[in-house]
């Protein structure tokens, strides 16, 4: 495959986070249409519920804060490798997928307990984390300034 036809190591990041954006949307509307229309009913209890409520809290947190110092400690350990561009940015999109995955786990875990309970709170919870996830965006200019590279490193990528 030539330089020109290969595929942009910065347009396949782009489309890897819209596609777990996308997911995460579709899942949360499906899951507000289901449980709104009473075509989900309510499969737990009171006690169940809070419970839920509590594990759903904890895990959002953790998976938010455990991706972001993976993915800062990863970053860090990036900018002073001395690898090629194109090296840099593979380690760059395994990180970020990495903090993806974990931060979309949890909001789908949100998700199937609103899907269980019918609580909006879990509800909220999923779209706060989307709203977290859409500032993760993987703009060609926030990746180089993130690892430091000129447009001259990535001007062949």
Excluded at 15 to 35: G, P, Q, R, T, W
Excluded at 40 to 54: H, S
Excluded at 99 to 112: D, G, K, R, V, Y
Excluded at 149 to 156: F, I, K, M, P
Aim: aromatic share 12%; net charge positive; glycine share 4%.
């Amino acid at each position: 495959m030539s330089k020109a036809t290969a595929p942009s190591i910065f347009r396949d990041l782009q489309y890897l986070y819209k596609i777990l954006l996308y997911v995460l949307v579709v899942a949360m509307l499906l899951s507000f249409l289901l449980v709104q229309f009473n075509i989900l009913e309510p499969m737990v209890g009171v006690a169940t519920d809070r419970m839920l409520q509590v594990i759903a809290v904890l895990y959002c947190f953790a998976a938010v804060f455990v991706g972001l110092q993976l993915f800062r400690r990863k970053l860090e350990r990036i900018r002073v490798d001395s690898q090629t561009p194109r090296e840099k940015l593979n380690q760059y999109k395994s990180a970020s997928l990495l903090q993806w995955s974990l931060m979309e786990s949890a909001a789908i875990f949100s998700i199937l307990c609103y899907l269980l309970t019918g609580n909006w709170a879990f509800l909220a919870l999923a779209f706060t984390l989307l709203v977290l996830f859409g500032g993760l965006n993987p703009f060609k200019h926030k990746v180089m300034i993130q690892l430091r590279l000129s447009e001259q490193d990535v001007a062949g990528l």
